[in-house]
C-alpha cells in the first residue's frame, strides 16, 4: 500500500470522527439530534475500516520470514498490551466517576459511611491495576 492511500485513509478517519459531531455543534442540542451524530460517526468509522481492510488485504499472500513473523508478533504484543492498560483505564475511569461522586453525595449526608464508600471507590481503581498487570504480564513473555 502506497503512502498516498495510507494517508488518505487517516484522513477518511479523522473526517469520519469530526464531520457528524461538527454537524452536531452547529446547531441545537438535543438527544436526537446527539444520536444521529453518533449514528452517523459510527457508520463513518466503520465503513472507512472496512474500506481500508479491503485495500490493506487485497492482493497476494507471500511467505514471511522467520524474523518478520517474530517482529509481527512482538508488535501485536505490544498492541495487546497497550489496550488492556489503556481499556482497562477508560473503564475505571467511568467507574470511579460514578462511585465517587455517589460516595461525596453519601458522606455529607452521613459521614459515619466515610470508610464503606471508599471500599467502593478503591474497588473501581482496582480495574486499572489489574489491566496494568495484565499489560506487565504480556510485556514479560515477549
Not at 31 to 43: C, D, S
Not at 45 to 73: H, R
Request: hydrophobic content about 55%; some cysteine.
Amino acid at each position: 500500500m502506497t503512502f498516498t492511500v495510507k494517508v488518505l485513509l487517516t484522513i477518511a478517519l479523522i473526517l469520519s470522527i469530526a464531520v457528524p459531531f461538527g454537524a452536531f455543534a452547529a446547531g441545537e442540542r438535543s438527544r436526537g439530534r446527539y444520536k444521529r451524530a453518533l449514528a452517523a460517526n459510527v457508520f463513518l468509522f466503520f465503513g472507512t475500516m472496512v474500506f481500508a481492510s479491503c485495500l490493506f488485504f487485497t492482493g497476494n499472500a507471500f511467505a514471511a520470514e522467520t524474523a518478520s513473523a517474530a517482529s509481527n508478533a512482538t508488535g501485536m504484543g505490544y498492541i495487546a498490551a497497550a489496550l488492556s492498560t489503556g481499556l482497562s483505564c477508560i473503564g475505571g475511569g467511568v467507574a470511579v466517576s460514578a462511585a465517587a461522586s455517589a460516595a461525596l453525595g453519601a458522606i455529607s449526608e452521613d459521614s459515619s459511611i466515610l470508610g464503606k464508600s471508599l471500599i467502593f471507590v478503591g474497588l473501581a481503581e482496582g480495574v486499572c491495576l489489574y489491566g496494568l498487570i495484565i499489560s506487565f504480564m504480556i510485556i514479560g513473555s515477549l
